[in-house]
């Protein structure tokens, strides 16, 4: 006799949504996770707040999917936004939505989310098992029939894999999933880093690192080509650019740099002047200012720390009155003000990536269930799959609808 019906490797958004449901379904459910407590990740998502989901309706919500939307249709049609926002509401965490559509706990403490999730399962009926790694799966006549950890084999009718990808490893995601799924011979699409800080070979920046653009326009350029453009905010660091516009161009930025193919970003710093109108802004500013020094003239259009950038790119000495600046440094100015360009020359690691592009190809999972075709009773949910979004509330929800199905599904299975 199988000891559990289903178990359930990982206690993040997807492990612990599987594992209740698993459970609600009357599947005597057991829950491994690594670390001393679950949902380590969860507690630091949208800088401690837990941007849960997002209200776009669905087709808008599975264009931040890229390629791998269509195979998340089918579970965002049985477990979507609303299903995902009246669960947490029903469990105790009052929500609200915010600028772009983003959902968050009401009390702005994302601990809230994960305790609550915890709490839930247990009322379920799951049994959580702390500090406990898995390292294998038991197989046998092409199916899965229980798990390895720590030297002990537990039974189980079904397995569900939530292990989550490789970045931030620190919360428990260390990529062992990719491991378990590829040991039963699931293809594994290679994990990179997405939504991922990036390196630029300009040296001034690092005296930049701390500062925060907001309001900026952002357009990427791949091979000369521009590609892609980003409004909001941009954040130097001591190596290149972060911040959400970087973070959410940076897949196609990494996939274009793993192909040896060149990048830059342009950043328009007045995005609401139009060339003519800035033009005319610094004519007056000039003229009215013109005995001020041009260190001091440009405090009135840039933040300090970029004043000095700035006039070191268009090559007009800070200590020049605004009446000595000739038409050609104006307009040296004004291109560097709408187009100041960066080259990209890398990224960060995937530890420091925001998510893991790669995982569990999606052409061996079931979409309906979640179920492996490869390997009988086999589950997989959440990041662990070859699945990834923007920044908005988009991953969590792909991992609580896809790790609602597995739970469901395995629970059926195994009962
Ligand atoms: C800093 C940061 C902020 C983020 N903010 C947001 C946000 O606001 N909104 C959003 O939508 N997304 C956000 N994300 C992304 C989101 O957190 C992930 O996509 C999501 O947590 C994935 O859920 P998961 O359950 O698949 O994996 P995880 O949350 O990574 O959970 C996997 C679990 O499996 C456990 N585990 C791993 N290996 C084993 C093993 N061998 N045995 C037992 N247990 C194991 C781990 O310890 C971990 O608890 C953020 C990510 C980061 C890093």
Same mark, same amino acid.
């Given at each position: ?12 958004? !997807?492990?612990?949504? %599987?594992?209740?449901?698993? *459970?609600?379904?009357? !599947? ?11 949902? #380590? &990740?969860?507690r ?7 941007n ?20 998340? #249709?089918? $579970? ?7 299903d ?13 939505t915010? @600028? ?8 702005? &403490? +994302? ?27 038991i ?8 798990? #390895? /950890? ?13 292990? =989550?990808? !490789? ?8 990529g062992?999933?990719?491991?378990? *799924? +590829? %040991? ?22 690092? =005296?930049? +690192? ?35 516009? /970087? ?11 793993? *192909? &040896? ?5 342009e ?9 003519? &109108?800035?033009?005319?802004?610094l004519?007056?500013?000039? $003229?009215?200012?013109? @005995? ?21 790119? /268009? ?6 009155? %605004? ?6 440094? #104006?307009?040296?100015?004004l ?5 100041? @360009? ?35 009773g ?20 792909? +991992?609580f609808?896809?790790?609602?199905? $597995?739970?469901r599904?395995?629970?059926?299975? $195994?009962?």
């Amino acid at each position: 006799m199988n000891t559990w019906d289903v178990i359930v490797v990982g206690g993040g958004a !997807a492990g612990l949504m %599987a594992a209740g449901e698993a *459970a609600g379904a009357g !599947a005597r459910t057991l829950l491994l996770e690594k670390m001393p407590r679950p949902g #380590r &990740k969860l507690r630091i998502t949208g800088k401690g707040r837990c941007n849960v989901t997002n209200v776009a309706e669905r087709d808008a919500f599975l264009d931040h999917f890229g390629k791998s939307g269509p195979f998340l #249709r089918q $579970a965002f049609a049985r477990c979507f936004s609303d299903d995902v926002m009246a669960f947490l509401e029903s469990i105790g965490v009052p929500l609200v939505t915010e @600028r772009g559509g983003r959902v968050f706990p009401e009390s702005g &403490k +994302a601990q809230d989310v994960v305790d609550a999730m915890v709490s839930w399962a247990k009322r379920q009926g799951v049994v959580t098992h702390v500090r406990q790694t898995v390292d294998g799966m038991i197989l046998e006549s092409g199916g899965v029939r229980g798990v #390895r /950890v720590n030297g002990e084999t537990l039974l189980a009718g079904c397995v569900v894999l939530a292990t =989550g990808g !490789a970045s931030y490893p620190g919360t428990g995601s260390t990529g062992d999933g990719y491991r378990l *799924a +590829a %040991a039963a011979g699931h293809d594994i699409v290679p994990p990179r880093p997405a939504l991922v800080p990036l390196e630029v070979t300009e040296s001034f920046v690092r =005296g930049l +690192a701390g500062l925060s653009l907001r309001n900026i326009r952002m357009s990427v350029f791949v091979n000369g080509c521009c590609c892609d453009e980003q409004f909001g905010e941009l954040a130097f660091m001591e190596y290149g650019v972060s911040g959400p516009v /970087v973070l959410t161009a940076s897949g196609a930025i990494v996939d274009a740099l793993r *192909a &040896k193919q060149s990048v830059e970003i342009e950043i328009d710093l007045k995005p609401a002047l139009s060339e003519e &109108k800035l033009n005319a802004r610094l004519l007056r500013d000039f $003229a009215e200012r013109g @005995r001020e020094p041009m260190h001091s003239v440009l405090r009135g259009l840039l933040p300090k720390q970029l004043v000095k950038v700035c006039l070191t790119a /268009v090559g007009i000495p800070g200590k020049r009155l %605004a009446s000595g600046v000739t038409g050609d440094q #104006r307009k040296r100015l004004l291109s560097w003000l709408k187009a100041m @360009r960066l080259t990209i020359q890398g990224y960060r690691p995937i530890k420091e990536a925001i998510v893991t592009a790669g995982g569990v190809s999606t052409q061996e999972i079931d979409p309906r269930t979640m179920a492996s075709t490869r390997v009988e009773g086999l589950y997989i949910a959440g990041e662990l799959l070859d699945v990834h979004a923007d920044t908005g509330g988009y991953n969590l929800q792909a +991992a609580f609808s896809t790790g609602w199905l $597995a739970g469901r599904s395995a629970a059926a299975l $195994a009962i």
